[in-house]
């Protein structure tokens, strides 16, 4: 079965650099979320999108900005990054109207130096 | 607000043992309640879900959990452990948004399982 694609998997940024992370949802999945997950941290939402509409927001700082294509696909943006973005970051899609639960994919490792 | 609470960040146990995770949650209204296993630096994978119905609710490689809405808890079990187990534990409670869907998912800050052989 076609699962939640996230690339790259693994990415090194320097300090005030920018990055752009891609999610790739399920197949008919037309809701994507977004989550942090700092070291030895739980995972804290940052943004969600459900018909590429902005459909709630977190902590998501503010040089951070997300999309969702109308493809459903989604990409998030950060820019001017810092140490303390250095973070596992995951996608997970679903599709609004089903009974049914979170998709995750694999996440992105991010490390800024 | 909606909160989750793992109170062992790390459990160790011998293979062959039984097990239980501890998670209790705040939320306001009937809670969707998961628990999800990570690998060192890997994705997050479902083990379980509730929904509603049956509070006892089993999940993917012989997990079970019990919804107790009276003590606000979602304790994860497993009667015989593997070594293929250890891993890091997330309970998580998903919160219904504006549109009366399920929304975000606020996760607890897990719990550490080792296995000893």
């Known amino acids: 079965a076609a699962g939640v694609i996230q690339s790259p998997r693994h990415l090194i940024k320097e300090k005030r650099e920018t990055a752009t992370l891609k999610c790739y949802p399920i197949?008919?999945?037309?809701?994507v979320y977004w989550y942090q997950q700092g070291p030895g941290q739980d995972p804290q939402f940052l943004i969600s999108?459900?018909?590429?509409?902005?459909?709630d927001k977190g902590s998501i700082p503010d040089r951070f900005s997300a999309q969702q294509f109308s493809d459903y696909h989604s990409e998030l943006n950060m820019s001017s990054l810092e140490l303390g973005d250095s973070a596992l970051y995951f996608c997970?899609?679903?599709?609004?109207?089903?009974?049914?639960?979170?998709?995750f994919g694999s996440g992105t490792r991010l490390t800024v130096v | 607000a909606q909160s989750v609470t793992q109170p062992d960040i790390h459990i160790t146990v011998s293979e062959g043992a039984s097990l239980e995770l501890r998670c209790n949650y705040s939320?306001?209204?009937?809670?969707?309640l998961f628990w999800y296993v990570q690998s060192p630096g890997q994705g997050l994978q479902l083990l379980l879900k509730?929904?509603?119905?049956?509070?006892l609710v089993q999940g993917i490689k012989g997990f079970e959990a019990e919804f107790k809405r009276s003590q606000s808890s979602f304790n994860l079990r497993k009667p015989s452990v593997h070594w293929s187990d250890a891993a890091e534990y997330f309970c998580?409670?998903?919160?219904?948004?504006?549109?009366?869907?399920?929304?975000?998912?606020?996760f607890g800050r897990g719990t550490q399982l080792t296995v000893w052989p």
């Open positions: 997970a899609s679903r599709l609004m109207v089903s009974a049914l639960g979170y998709t």
């Open positions: 197949p008919r999945h037309d809701t």
């Open positions: 999108f459900y018909e590429k509409m902005q459909s």
């Open positions: 939320y306001g209204a009937t809670p969707y």
């Open positions: 509730y929904f509603s119905g049956d509070t």
């Open positions: 998580a409670v998903g919160v219904i948004d504006r549109g009366s869907t399920l929304g975000r998912l606020y």
